[in-house]
């Protein structure tokens, strides 16, 4: 790649990472992913990439940035260099690890707390919770046009805008309380709000996802990321474990590319060494 005159047409989020960073033009890099995740399912894939990505080849030059700084360079990467829509929430769990609250206080800045639960009620969470592919891929940024549109003259007030920020502070609150059905019910209220900024965001297939689930006795759902026809559903079942994998074994037979993908939640967030 010659940084002075990427096209950004092979592999453009690691193209624009490589020009971003302006690492020393007499190195070769050689670059190595892999996830379970597929691409485009709403889960950050993309962010996790670039924050990856950005922590190494920081460890190029000279200083050395904050996970912070990292997580910036991120989003900078997704809007400034490609030209995309981009929310700041993949790219700063991605670099912090852990169960976050984040406060936008002004778009793209942020104040991002960690949460700490007392490790019973983080096995707890990890063992109900359940992801769910829809079987196709999404790109947020055309769902992300889809809204900005439709939302164009909202103040800050709009009454759409206020219904997505509650759930964030109830789950949060019902956390700190160990109270997971509380939770639920702050995922549920996210869907919901999500659904009234528009139809698109909750697609057909995600609809009868959560049907399955409810019959399973499921207490929480959210359509991840921003949600159409593509991306992933998160449940969260009873404290029945029986019940979970019927419900995962129900959903399946929706679709054949529908599939559960195991899931744990990470305690850190970047980690860089050198092999």
């Known amino acids: 790649i010659d940084p002075d005159s990427v096209a950004y047409d092979k592999h453009p989020l690691l193209e624009a990472a490589v020009k971003a960073m302006q690492i020393p033009e007499d190195l070769t890099i050689e670059v190595s ?31 050395r940035m904050t996970v912070g700084e990292i997580a910036a360079k991120a989003h900078e990467i997704e809007t400034k260099y490609l030209g995309l829509q981009s929310g700041i929430q993949d790219q700063l769990a991605s670099a912090y690890g852990g169960i976050c609250y984040i406060d936008m206080t002004k778009y793209p800045d942020a104040r991002v707390s960690n949460i700490e639960v007392p ?18 891929t999404h790109t947020s940024s055309n769902v992300h046009e889809r809204v900005i549109k439709d939302l164009e003259g909202a103040g800050p007030t709009d009454k759409r805008i206020e219904a997505l920020r509650r759930p964030p502070v109830s789950g949060k609150n019902a956390l700190y309380d160990g109270d997971l059905d509380a939770f639920g019910r702050a995922m549920i209220e996210n869907t919901d709000a999500q659904a009234d900024l528009h139809p698109s965001l909750i697609s057909e297939r995600a609809h009868a996802i959560i049907d399955v689930a409810g019959k399973f006795g ?17 449940l969260l079942s009873s404290g029945s474990r029986s019940q979970k994998r019927k419900m995962i074994r129900a959903i399946e037979e929706i679709a054949p590319d529908v599939r559960h993908i195991p899931i744990y939640l990470s305690r850190r967030g970047l980690r860089i060494w050198e092999a």
Not at 34 to 50: M, N
Not at 119 to 136: A, D, H, N, V, Y
Request: hydrophobic share 40%; glycine share 18%; net charge negative.
């Open 33 to 63: 992913l892999y996830s379970e995740a597929p691409g485009g399912c709403s889960t950050g894939t993309s962010a996790a990439v670039s924050v990856a990505l950005i922590g190494a080849l920081d460890q190029l030059t000279p200083g």
């Open 119 to 136: 490790s019973r009620i983080w096995w707890e969470l990890e063992s109900r919770l359940s992801l769910i592919f829809l079987g196709k």
């Open 218 to 234: 499921a207490i929480g759902w959210k359509i991840n990321g921003a949600g159409g026809e593509g991306g992933s559903v998160t």
